[in-house]
């Protein structure tokens, strides 16, 4: 018999998010080693902090880390310097995905569900 832990469906509307042009930025960690919202899971607004989000933007990675690790004490920041940003229309649901610390992000419409 299989059995699965069914996780909670994350409340993300309540978040703060940078928005531009109807888009949010969301922060994933392309690279091997370690992720990012992935390897936080007890600080899921890391996904779109927006002051982390301009200090990717303007690659300001010291500033960065000590801000980090002013605001979230005790985060584990070592896929910090592998963020990338990724603009999604507003209200689109999605998932990250990690293999090996390296992140991906798929957007619910585009997964192919199968019915048992």
């Known amino acids: ?54 200090f990717v933007e303007q690659a300001k990675w010291e500033e960065l880390e000590m801000y980090v690790k002013l605001k979230y004490p005790g985060i584990y ?10 603009w999604l229309p507003e209200g689109t649901e999605f998932i990250i995905k990690e293999y090996d610390g390296s992140e991906t992000l798929e957007i619910k419409q585009d997964i192919i569900w199968h019915k048992a």
Not at 42 to 50: A, K
């Open 1 to 54: 018999m299989v059995m699965y832990k069914l996780k909670p469906i994350l409340n993300t509307n309540l978040m703060n998010k940078l928005i531009r042009d109807g888009e949010v930025a969301v922060l994933v960690s392309l690279g091997f080693g370690a992720g990012w919202s992935s390897w936080n899971l007890d600080h899921p607004e890391i996904l779109f902090d927006p002051a982390i989000v301009e």
């Open 77 to 86: 920041i070592g896929g910090m310097r592998d963020l990338e940003i990724e």
